[in-house]
C-alpha cells in the first residue's frame, strides 16, 4: 500500500524542486552587482552597501553630506576618470574625497568619488577597481 504512494510523493517533490529552482534561477541578465535593488548607475559593477565601507569612508560620505569641512586639501578637486573605469561624462561630472588611511602618511589610496546625478564608488586600491556605493 505504502508503495502505491511513492511515486506521487516523488513528483509533489520533483515539482517543488523544479519550483524552488526556477526562483533561484537569475533572469538571464549577468551583473556583477551584488544587490537586485541597485541603481541603473551601479549596473554591470561590484556594489557595496554604504554600512559595509571601512568606518573612515563612512566618516567621509558624512563630510559630503555636510559639505564639508573635509580634512585634506585636495577633498572635492574634479576626478578625471583617467582609467576609464567609471561610465563616461563630461570633465567636471565627478569629484574625489580622501578616506583616511589608518598608519599612512600621506593620503593613502582610499577614495570616495561621487557624481553630480547622485553616484557614490569607493576605490581602496587608487583607482584600479571601483564599487558602487549603495545607500
Known sequence: MLLRFV??????LLVCLAVLLTGCSSSGSQSTASSGSAPAWAEHMATVPAARLP???????????????????RDGVVFGNFEGLLPRHERGYYHEYTVRTPGSRDRGA????????GEIYYTDDHYESFRAVLR
Open 110 to 117: 582610499r577614495r570616495v568619488v561621487t557624481g553630480q546625478g
Open 55 to 73: 568606518s573612515e569612508a563612512r566618516q567621509t560620505l558624512a563630510l559630503i553630506d555636510k559639505g564639508g569641512p573635509f580634512p585634506y586639501a
Open 7 to 12: 511515486p506521487r510523493v516523488l513528483a509533489g
